[in-house]
C-alpha cells in the first residue's frame, strides 16, 4: 500500500472527521470533476483531428446499489494514465495551502478545507471506501485506485472497456448523527443534482423507477425503471437572471471556484451587439489566502460557446479587479485560437474592456446602495484599489478614485472624496490628511488637533500606500491634498503671520544653537501656531513626508531617504518662554532641554530616538533636581 503525500493524509483526517459539516457537496464535486474531464476530451477533439468523439454520447452516469450501500459517478471523458492518477489523487495539488495552515494555526480548519476546495477527498466523508477506475484515452491499459481513508491507497492494473473514469463509493453505514442512507436514495440523489449539479452541460443519467398506470388499465399502477436525465443541461450562465435561485449563483460559485463562502456580489450579464457575450461575475467576500502574494493568479475563465477554452484568461481582468472570479462565454471567439493569439484578439479586448466598466459600476453602485456591504468589500480588497491608482504612474487614477474610501474626523467613518469635498466650505481649497499606523494614534497627532479645532475634516491614512496614492492623484476635483503634518498650511490671518516672523527672527539665534546642539539632524526649528496644547512637533518640507521616509527606509532594499524635518515649538505653550530664559542664563540645561523636546517631538511621530539612554538619563537628571 502506497501513504498518501503528507499533507494530503493530513487533509483526509479533516475531511474524514468532518469538520465540514455540509456532506451532501461531495456528489456536486465528483460531478463537476466527471464533467471538466469530459470538458478537456471534447476540446481535445475540437483542435486535434486524432480524436474523435461523438458529442451526443459524452455523459456522467450515476448507478446505486442499494444492497451493497455503492453510489457510482461515471464519465467518458479523458481519463487518467497510471501517473496521473498517482499525482492527482494521491496528493492535493495545491499544498501551499496546507503550508500556510500550519503558519496559521489559529485559523479554524474549516478555512483552509475552503481554500482547497474540497474535490475528490470530499468523498471520504460519506464513504468507508472509494474505488476508482480509469482509463485514459487513448491508451488500452485500465488502472484501479482504491482507498480506504488516511491509511493509502492501492494502485492496480485491471480492465475497462472505454476511455473514462468510473467512481465507486461505499457508502458508510448510518450513525446517530447522520443518514448516509440518503446518498443511496434514487429520490435523494435526484434532487442533490438539481440542487448543485442541473447547469452542467453533459448529460447526468440515471435508472429512475417510477410508479406509472399500467398499458391499458386505468386504475392499475406498475414500477417502471427508466434511465432518465436528471439535469437541465443549460449552463447557469446562459440561463434566463429572473430564474435562477441565489443558492444556485452560491453554490456554483463555491464549487467552480473552491471558496467555502458565498460571494459578497453576483454579477451576471448578457450582452448582444457587435461581439456578444454572457459573463457571469463574482466578487468573493473575502480575500483568498495567497491574494496579495505573487503566487494569485487573477482571470476568468474563458468559454466559446459553452466549450472551455481556458480556464483562467488574464487578459480579461484589470489588475486592479483582479479579486474578481467568473467566466465569460461568447460565441464570437474561434475555438482554435492560442493563447498568443488572443491576446491580441479584438473581440477579446473590446470584452475585457466592457468588464471592466460593468465592474466598476456595480462598485460604484455598491457604494451608493448598500454601503455596509462596499465596507465590507473595501476591507478586503480596497488595497488593491489603491494600488490600481497608484500603479502605472497614476494611469488609471481617474476610474478608481471615487472607489476609495478614508477614515474622516468629522465623521468618524470611512467617506469618500466626494463626501469630503461636499462638506467642505465655498471657499476652501485644501483636502486634509494625516497619517499614521492608526486611527488613534493619528487622532493624537499634535497638528491635527489644531486643524479640527479649526473646524477642518481630515482624512486618516493608516495604510503604507495610502499617502503614494495621494501623491499619485496629486489632486482632487481641483483641490489639493494637503498634508497637516507638512509645512506651512496657511491657516493664518496676515497679521498672526506677521508676528509669527517676527517672532522667529528675534529667535534666530536660539534656534541655530539648538540646530547645533541636534547636530543639524534637523533643517530648522522655529516658532508655530500649528498647535493647541502640545509642546512640540515635527513638519517635514519638500516632497518626501515623514511618513514616506518611514516606509521607504523599512523596505528591504539599500534605498535610505530622509524627509527634511523641521521642528516646531509652539509659542503659546509655558516651554517657549523657558526656553527663551535657558537660552539666556544656562546653555548646558538648555541643551538638554532641546534634546528631551526633539525626542518628544520623535516619539509622538512614531519615529525612533537614536540615542534613548542619554535621552533617559537627561530626563532623570532634570526629574531628580
Ligand atoms: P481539483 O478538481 O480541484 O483539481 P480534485 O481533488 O477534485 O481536485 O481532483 C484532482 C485531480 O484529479 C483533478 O484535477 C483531475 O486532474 C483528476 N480527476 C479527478 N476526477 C477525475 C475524473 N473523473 N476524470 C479524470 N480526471 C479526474
Known amino acids: 500500500m502506497k501513504q498518501f503525500k503528507a499533507e494530503s493524509k493530513r487533509l483526509l483526517d479533516l475531511m474524514i472527521n468532518s469538520i465540514y459539516t455540509n456532506k451532501e457537496i461531495f456528489l456536486r464535486e465528483l460531478i463537476s470533476n466527471a464533467s471538466d474531464a469530459i470538458d478537456k476530451l471534447y476540446y481535445n477533439s475540437l483542435t486535434d483531428k486524432k480524436i474523435k468523439v461523438n458529442k451526443k454520447d459524452l455523459c456522467i452516469k450515476l448507478n446505486i446499489d442499494k444492497d451493497n450501500r455503492l453510489l457510482t459517478i461515471s464519465d467518458n471523458g479523458i481519463g487518467m494514465t497510471k501517473e496521473e492518477l498517482e499525482n492527482n489523487l494521491g496528493m492535493i495539488a495545491n499544498s501551499g495551502s496546507l503550508k500556510f495552515k500550519e503558519e496559521n494555526e489559529s485559523k479554524k480548519d474549516i478555512d483552509i478545507i475552503g481554500q482547497f476546495g474540497?474535490?475528490?477527498?470530499?468523498?471520504?466523508?460519506?464513504?468507508?471506501?472509494?474505488?476508482?477506475?480509469?482509463?485514459?484515452?487513448?491508451?488500452?491499459?485500465a488502472y484501479k485506485w482504491t482507498s480506504k481513508g488516511v491509511e493509502g491507497y492501492n494502485i492496480t492494473e485491471?480492465?475497462?472497456?472505454?476511455?473514462?473514469?468510473?467512481?465507486?463509493?461505499?457508502?458508510?453505514?448510518?450513525?446517530?448523527?447522520?443518514?448516509?442512507?440518503?446518498?443511496?436514495?434514487?429520490?435523494?440523489?435526484?434532487?442533490?443534482?438539481?440542487k448543485y449539479s442541473d447547469y452542467i452541460r453533459y448529460p447526468i443519467k440515471m435508472n429512475v423507477t417510477r410508479r406509472e398506470l399500467k398499458k391499458?388499465?386505468?386504475?392499475?399502477?406498475?414500477?417502471?425503471?427508466?434511465?432518465?436525465?436528471?439535469?437541465?443541461?443549460?449552463?447557469?450562465?446562459?440561463?434566463?437572471?429572473?430564474?435562477?435561485?441565489?443558492?444556485?449563483?452560491?453554490?456554483?460559485?463555491?464549487?467552480?471556484?473552491?471558496d467555502y463562502q458565498d460571494p459578497l456580489k453576483v454579477i451576471h450579464t448578457s450582452v448582444e451587439g457587435m461581439t456578444s457575450y454572457k459573463s457571469l461575475l463574482f466578487i468573493p467576500s473575502?480575500?483568498?489566502?495567497?491574494?496579495?502574494?505573487?503566487e494569485y493568479e487573477k482571470g476568468l475563465a474563458l468559454y466559446s460557446n459553452g466549450v472551455l477554452i481556458m480556464d483562467k484568461c488574464s487578459d480579461l481582468l484589470p489588475d486592479y479587479f483582479g479579486f474578481v472570479k467568473g467566466l465569460v462565454d461568447s460565441d464570437d471567439l474561434s475555438l482554435n485560437i492560442s493563447r498568443e493569439m488572443l491576446q491580441q484578439d479584438r473581440q477579446l479586448k473590446l470584452i475585457a474592456s466592457n468588464i471592466e466598466k460593468k465592474i466598476k459600476n456595480e462598485l460604484a453602485d455598491m457604494l451608493k446602495?448598500?454601503?455596509?456591504?462596499?465596507?465590507?468589500?473595501?476591507?478586503?480588497?480596497?488595497?488593491?484599489?489603491?494600488?490600481?491608482?497608484?500603479?502605472d504612474y497614476g494611469m488609471h487614477k481617474d476610474e478608481l478614485q471615487d472607489l476609495i474610501l478614508f477614515h474622516s474626523s468629522k465623521e468618524g467613518k470611512l467617506i469618500t472624496f466626494k463626501e469630503y469635498v461636499s462638506g467642505m466650505n465655498k471657499d476652501d481649497e485644501n483636502i486634509y490628511y494625516a497619517c499614521g499606523e492608526t486611527i488613534d494614534k493619528i487622532d493624537m497627532l499634535p497638528q491635527v488637533e489644531k486643524i479640527k479645532d479649526k473646524g477642518y475634516n481630515i482624512l486618516?491614512?493608516?495604510?503604507?500606500?495610502?499617502?503614494?496614492?495621494?501623491?499619485?492623484?496629486?489632486?482632487?476635483?481641483?483641490?489639493?491634498?494637503?498634508?497637516?503634518?507638512?509645512?506651512?498650511?496657511?491657516?493664518?490671518?496676515?497679521?498672526?503671520k506677521e508676528s509669527l516672523k517676527k517672532l522667529n527672527e528675534d529667535n534666530k539665534?536660539?534656534?541655530?544653537?539648538?540646530?547645533?546642539?541636534?547636530?543639524?539632524?534637523?533643517?530648522?526649528v522655529r516658532f508655530t501656531h500649528r498647535l493647541k496644547n502640545h509642546p512640540v512637533c515635527l513638519v517635514s518640507e519638500g516632497p518626501v513626508s515623514i511618513e514616506m521616509q518611514k516606509v521607504i527606509n523599512a523596505m528591504p532594499t539599500d534605498e535610505n531617504i530622509n524627509a527634511k524635518i523641521i521642528l516646531e515649538i509652539n509659542d503659546s505653550h509655558p516651554i517657549a518662554d523657558k526656553l527663551k530664559k535657558l537660552y539666556k542664563e544656562d546653555k548646558e540645561k538648555?541643551?538638554?532641554?532641546?534634546?528631551?523636546?526633539?525626542?518628544?517631538?520623535?516619539?509622538?511621530?512614531?519615529?525612533?530616538?537614536?540615542?534613548?539612554?542619554?535621552?533617559?538619563?537627561?530626563?532623570?537628571?532634570?526629574?531628580?533636581?
Open 118 to 141: 474540497v474535490g475528490f477527498y470530499s468523498s471520504f466523508m460519506v464513504s468507508d471506501k472509494v474505488e476508482v477506475v480509469t482509463k485514459a484515452y487513448g491508451t488500452d491499459k
Open 158 to 194: 485491471t480492465s475497462k472497456d472505454d476511455y473514462g473514469t468510473t467512481i465507486t463509493l461505499k457508502i458508510k453505514e448510518d450513525s446517530d448523527e447522520f443518514t448516509y442512507s440518503d446518498f443511496i436514495d434514487s429520490y435523494t440523489i435526484e434532487s442533490l443534482v438539481k
Open 216 to 258: 391499458g388499465s386505468d386504475n392499475e399502477y406498475e414500477d417502471v425503471t427508466k434511465e432518465e436525465i436528471l439535469n437541465s443541461m443549460i449552463p447557469l450562465w446562459k440561463k434566463n437572471k429572473s430564474k435562477i435561485k441565489e443558492e444556485e449563483y452560491n453554490s456554483f460559485y463555491q464549487s467552480k471556484f473552491y
Open 286 to 294: 473575502h480575500a483568498p489566502y495567497d491574494y496579495y502574494s505573487k
Open 369 to 391: 446602495s448598500d454601503r455596509d456591504l462596499y465596507e465590507k468589500f473595501f476591507k478586503e480588497f480596497g488595497m488593491q484599489l489603491k494600488m490600481g491608482i497608484y500603479n
Open 460 to 496: 486618516y491614512l493608516t495604510e503604507y500606500i495610502d499617502e503614494f496614492v495621494i501623491k499619485t492623484l496629486m489632486q482632487y476635483d481641483g483641490k489639493n491634498f494637503i498634508n497637516v503634518c507638512e509645512n506651512d498650511l496657511n491657516l493664518d490671518s496676515e497679521e498672526e
Open 509 to 524: 539665534d536660539m534656534f541655530n544653537l539648538m540646530k547645533e546642539n541636534l547636530n543639524n539632524e534637523v533643517a530648522d
Open 590 to 625: 538648555f541643551e538638554s532641554y532641546t534634546k528631551i523636546l526633539y525626542s518628544q517631538a520623535r516619539l509622538i511621530e512614531g519615529l525612533s530616538i537614536d540615542n534613548p539612554t542619554e535621552v533617559s538619563n537627561l530626563i532623570c537628571e532634570l526629574l531628580s533636581k
